[in-house]
């Protein structure tokens, strides 16, 4: 009893600030190594990070006390450890010779707009070796990634999307003759070999070795088949998707780069990029005269040289005056007059109305709490939305409002005759605020194009 109290108290005193400090160090030494190519340091500096018993006890705290599904057992039916058994799995993952990956655990998950996902969990032994797998990949890649795949890098945000699109519009020819071309790569990954994705891959051979037996039990299939799902998106699968995929975005660039390392300056990142790339999806802006057949031929070549079966790529080509979808917004160029424009997305708009009325619907919750549930979400998707023209999609809006209030009058309804009149006025006024007053800039992001151009700069070399 008592050793388990101390392991209490230790565990909650570990000085976790400066257990990150020596992470980072180790993971920058790793970075360095990875952009002069010195594989052989790299590998000696991945096994001092495993070896490192601060680098084993941030692995351990990220799966048990962080992430989203730290709460939802594995195969063995473990969902919580102890503190004294956090002590002990740190030490039982510092050797990873002769360790292979744990089945995975089918659950349903019910998410918040009523929707179902079907997803694989490995138990938390298996997790903590792949977080720590992670931090030792993680810089490796980052010393050589393309800087408009856009999901690795945690610290920039989805709006410089939105200012890449809108530059790729401006400084090409005349707006209305471009052409997007969209491209899904999930089908060609599903026919992934394992030995395709470990090649590309830097680490000691016992890690990699653990890697394969992941990969194998289904971690990277699983991760395919959930891809948008937030229990999926904190794991190695979306790490290993990315350093395979590495490079696709710049295929179609002009002038094409004559290394993986150039010049960062405004004029790179605006006049030569065709390609934004999120996770296995990407958007190719191209002119008019230009023919997608010579895109798609080297799409195929890219995707044959990664072992990958270009006949299975989902290919689509869209007139900019149409507009497209990507990340939940919508983009086009307005052939009347020439402008660009970006707004929710049709799909993002029924998801939010979707979980609004399930939120609603719920009668496990009383009506006050559903109301506070559903400003918390509605909140989220705004600000998501903040720079984008809401003006197109206010009719939705509205209609959202009035569902709300009128499905929340039926509620009160059944409520005494006595209280129903306040009940209806404090209702009026909770939907207000839920959904009147809030404020957004339309391209706000991109405005003033000198100043982000410096920041967007200062962003990437910080994530780098």
Not at 113 to 128: F, Q
């Amino acid at each position: 009893m008592a050793t388990h109290l101390q392991a209490v108290e230790k565990w909650k005193n570990l000085p976790w600030k400066e257990l990150q400090k020596i992470k980072t160090t180790i993971q920058y030494k790793i970075y360095k190594a990875a952009q002069n190519n010195d594989i052989s340091t790299v590998r000696s500096l991945q096994k001092k990070l495993f070896e490192e018993i601060s680098i084993r006890y941030l692995a351990v705290k990220q799966v048990t006390e962080i992430d989203i599904n730290k709460n939802i057992s594995g195969i063995d039916g473990q969902s919580k450890l102890s503190a004294y058994d956090k002590f002990i799995l740190s030490e039982e993952i510092k050797e990873l010779s002769n360790i292979e990956y744990e089945s995975l655990r089918d659950i349903v998950i019910v998410k918040v707009n009523g929707g179902r996902e079907l997803i694989s969990i490995p138990i938390i032994k298996d997790r903590a070796i792949e977080c720590l797998i992670q931090y030792a990949l993680e810089p490796v890649y980052a010393a050589y990634a393309s800087l408009y795949s856009y999901r690795f890098r945690k610290k920039r945000n989805p709006w410089e999307i939105q200012k890449v699109i809108y530059n790729s519009f401006r400084v090409l020819s005349k707006n209305a003759s471009k052409r997007i071309i969209e491209i899904n790569l999930r089908k060609c990954l599903e026919e992934a070999h394992y030995n395709e994705i470990l090649k590309e891959i830097v680490l000691p051979e016992d890690a990699k070795s653990f890697l394969l037996s992941g990969i194998k039990a289904g971690i990277f299939n699983d991760y395919l088949k959930n891809s948008n799902s937030l229990y999926v998106s904190n794991r190695i699968a979306p790490l290993l998707e990315d350093i395979l995929l590495n490079g696709i975005e710049d295929i179609y660039n002009i002038p094409k780069r004559s290394s993986i390392t150039y010049e960062l300056s405004s004029n790179n990142l605006i006049n030569n990029q065709r390609g934004i790339r999120v996770g296995n999806q990407a958007v190719f802006i191209i002119e008019s005269y230009e023919d997608p057949e010579d895109l798609k031929h080297q799409l195929f070549q890219f995707l044959l040289l990664k072992g990958l079966n270009p006949q299975t790529l989902q290919l689509k080509i869209t007139d900019i005056t149409n507009g497209f979808d990507f990340l939940d917004w919508h983009f086009k160029v307005k052939a009347k007059n020439n402008k660009f424009v970006c707004y929710p997305s049709k799909s993002s708009c029924i998801n939010t109305k979707s979980t609004i009325k399930n939120i609603m619907r719920n009668t496990k919750y009383k009506l006050d709490d559903r109301l506070a549930m559903v400003k918390i979400e509605y909140i989220k998707w705004r600000l998501y939305n903040q720079y984008c023209d809401m003006r197109q999609v206010k009719t939705r809006l509205w209609y959202l409002s009035k569902w709300t209030y009128k499905y929340g009058k039926k509620q009160i309804s059944k409520q005494k005759k006595e209280t129903r009149s306040t009940s209806k006025e404090k209702l009026l006024t909770k939907v207000k605020d839920i959904f009147n007053g809030h404020k957004y800039q339309i391209n706000g992001y991109i405005l003033d194009n000198k100043l982000e151009s410096k920041n967007f700069l200062r962003g990437l070399r910080k994530d780098i």
